[in-house]
Every structure is written in C-alpha cells, then in structure tokens.
C-alpha cells in the first residue's frame, strides 16, 4: 500500500509533510561487497540531518535506500509508524535533490517546476498556486519563463530545490546540492537551503562530506565511515566531544593535533592518545597550569584571523594558532599551551573516547 499521498487540501495548506524516518538495523550489499553495515538512525519530524563522511562510505546509498532507489539487504525503514522498506519510490512521497540538478533542457522554469505536480495530476489551479508559492519563496518569479540554459549555476540549483517541495514532499532529501557551485555561492546557498527548511519546517536529509557544511545546516550529524554510522549528535558535540578517533580527525579545519607515545608529556608507554585543536592551542604565558608542548617553531602562516604556528614536537607537527606573531620567528623555542579542559583522550587499540 503505498505512503499517502497528500490531498488537494493539504497540499494548499501545507500540513501533509511532517515525517519521522527511522532506520532500523540496515545493511546494504552489492553482491559479496558491504556497503552499508546495520545503520540504526532516528531522524525526528522536522529535523535537519547531515550525512557526513569520506567519499565512498555509503552516504548517497543510504540516502537512496531511504528514497527507495536501492533496495536494502537487511533491516527496515519507517516513515513515523510505517514500514515503506518494500515500497517504491513513488509512493514514498519524498523529494531529491541531485548534484546535476537534472532540469528539464527544453521546458521553461515554469513548467519544470510544475513537473512534479502534472505527474500527480493536480489540477491547474493548483499548480499554478502551488508553482507561484514556491517560486515567491525562492525568489524565481522573474525567471519563471526562462530555460534552464539562461541561468546561472545558482539559479538552477534554486529551481531545483523548488521543484522538489512545490508539492509539499514528507521529506527532502539531498545529495551535494551545492558541490558544483563555486565557494561564495556555496555559502551563500547554503543559508538559503537552511533558512527555507526553517520556514517548511519539513523534514530534510542532506549528504555531503563537507564537515563545515554539515556543521552550519545541521540540527544533527551523523558521520559516516565506511558504511557504519561514528557518531550522531548535534554539531557542536561532534566538535567538543567526539566519539572517536575518525570523528576527531574529521571535523575541524584545520585537523585536530594527535600526540601518542613518547610525545605525551608525562605518556611515555601509555596507550592514550591525546587529541588538541590548533584553535585552543596558542603560545603559553609566563604563567599558566594548562597542557603544555615545547619544542621548535617552524612555520607561522597568515590566515586573516588568526595565524598558524607550526611547532616540531619530538616527531609530531603541532599546529597551534596566535591573533598576533610579532616578536616570534621560525627556528626558536616555542611552547604551546591549551586549557586543561580541551584536551580529548582516545584509547589507542579501540579508538574510542576516554573519560578526561
Ligand atoms: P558516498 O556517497 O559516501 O561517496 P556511495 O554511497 O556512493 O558513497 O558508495 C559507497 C560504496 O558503495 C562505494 O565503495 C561504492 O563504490 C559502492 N557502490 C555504490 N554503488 C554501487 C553499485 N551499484 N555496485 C557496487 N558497488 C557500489
Ligand atoms: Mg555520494
């Protein structure tokens, strides 16, 4: 039986698309090869939620299973209180977003949007409300009669996103929306993708495996790695505790220090590894009780904001940061000092997080 599809009725008021979507032990397996291993995610009603992690770890997959594009091996998915694992994809009532944005070349801005709704047999009267609603949210009206070959990169990514909700999908699924835009437009689209599920308040799954990206949009992340779920919480969790070593390396920029072994003050032989990001790392005051690291300046880099110092450690790099380099140089003595507080622990063999 397939998902609801919304009435005439909820589509002109909107209340047709909140959904829950659970992910209930899924794996995924293109012949002996394992591509996704028993995933268990609670996405809740109205949420945002990122995809996050290298490339190839599954993330479009499971987005593609949710939508029903690729069957799973084991496991289920729910929308709220319903089994859709055996359901096809047209009667999920989901929408997607690709990176090709996959416009139709020949049809106006109008009509590709309308698309979606033509299909569904929607009467005129109301895809043209539908069409104007979402075409006034996304600011498209004075495109509407264009083709999708006199827009610019941003504008198309627009109509795409608008072609997706002006039928009021349960949920919003994206894959790297923004990845052929360039840097500023990126930024820029991407307060636009947030400030608009703001306003839907629908439901809206988003891959990318941009950590900053993820972080901005986000209500909660779940980083992936090699098709098992590392850690779901909400951004700044990930960022101040992360549940393991992948995690730790994976978000921020620029990457977290790790020091093991002889290079932990104190950690000679111990199996801890001690994690510091370059962000709460600067040269240590006269005086201080926090975690310090000595040893020779390399490399100071300008970065605007702040500048990066690179320190040799014994053998390990360190990266701390200073607002201001005047009276350092490249071949003197150097300590780093961080807050006690902002150091992250990891046991060595499981990788996992220690209590500090
Ligand atoms: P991501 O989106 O995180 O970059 P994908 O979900 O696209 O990763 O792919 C995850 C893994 O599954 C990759 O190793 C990829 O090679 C493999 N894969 C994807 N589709 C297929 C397929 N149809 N047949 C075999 N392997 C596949
Ligand atoms: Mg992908």
């Known amino acids: 039986m397939p998902y609801r599809v919304p009435s005439r009725a909820e589509l002109q008021d909107g209340t047709a698309r909140m959904t829950s979507i659970s992910i209930q032990s899924v794996s995924k397996s293109y012949g002996a090869v394992s591509v996704l291993k028993g995933l268990d995610l609670a996405i809740g009603d109205g949420e945002f939620v990122s995809f996050l992690g290298p490339s190839g770890c599954g993330k479009s997959t499971l987005l593609f299973c ?9 496991g289920r998915i729910m929308f709220d209180d319903r089994d859709v694992s055996g359901l096809a994809p047209r009667d999920r009532n989901i929408a997607l977003v690709f990176q090709d944005y996959a416009l139709y070349p020949h049809m106006s801005v109008r009509d590709n949007l309308a ?6 047999k929607v009467a005129d ?11 006034g949210l996304l600011g498209l009206e004075p495109l509407l009669d264009r083709s999708p070959a006199e827009l610019s990169g941003g504008q198309r990514q627009r109509v795409a996103v608008g072609r997706a909700i002006v039928r009021n999908p349960a949920a919003l699924l994206m894959d790297e929306p923004l990845s052929n835009l360039d840097a500023s437009l990126r930024v820029k689209t991407r307060t636009e993708i947030k400030r608009l599920q703001r306003a839907l308040k629908t439901t809206v799954v988003f891959v990318t495996h941009d950590q900053e990206e993820a972080m901005v949009l986000s209500d909660r992340v779940a980083v992936m790695n090699d098709g098992v779920l590392q850690q779901f919480a909400e951004p700044m969790t990930i960022y101040r505790q992360p549940a393991n070593l992948f995690v730790a390396g994976f978000i921020g920029s620029p990457q977290m220090n790790f020091l093991a072994g002889p290079d932990v003050p ?6 801890r590894i001690v994690g510091v990001r370059p962000f709460d790392l600067s040269p240590a005051g006269a005086t201080g009780d ?6 020779e300046l390399a490399l100071i880099e ?7 110092l690179d320190v040799q450690v014994g053998e390990t790099m360190i990266k701390g940061t200073c607002a201001d380099p005047s009276g350092l140089a490249p071949g003197a003595a150097m ?5 006690g507080h902002c150091l992250h622990v990891f046991d060595r063999d499981t990788g996992l997080r220690l209590a500090t």
């Open 66 to 74: 949710i939508a029903g594009l690729e069957e799973i091996t084991q």
């Open 290 to 295: 926090g975690f310090r690291l000595t040893g």
């Open 125 to 135: 009267g109301l895809v043209r409300k539908q069409v104007d609603w979402a075409a």
């Open 115 to 120: 698309f979606p709704l033509r299909q569904q």
């Open 266 to 271: 104190g950690g000679q032989g111990s199996n």
């Open 302 to 308: 300008p970065a605007g904001p702040v500048h990066y």
């Open 335 to 339: 300590t780093l000092e961080a807050p």
